[in-house]
């Protein structure tokens, strides 16, 4: 199975849980990465991880897909 059928397969109930969690890890590294305050070094650094932690998750959940065979 290529990768374009496993992205468009169903995905089992749990790892759609996981993908909007990843999603959501990111959104918050996002949103402290585009803070209009100055932000301690520590901080930006720890959104960085956030940001490649859930884009990760997100894609590893969206390429799981049911075995019905």
């Known amino acids: 199975m290529n990768v374009i059928k496993r992205a468009t397969a169903p995905t089992p109930k749990f790892f759609k849980l996981l993908r909007n969690i990843g999603l959501s890890i990111a959104a918050a ?36 897909t049911l075995n019905d065979e």
């Open 29 to 64: 590294g996002g949103a402290l990465m585009t803070a209009p305050a100055g932000l301690p070094h520590g901080l930006v650094t720890f959104a960085n991880y956030l940001i490649v932690a859930g884009t990760i998750l997100s894609a590893v959940s969206q390429i799981t």
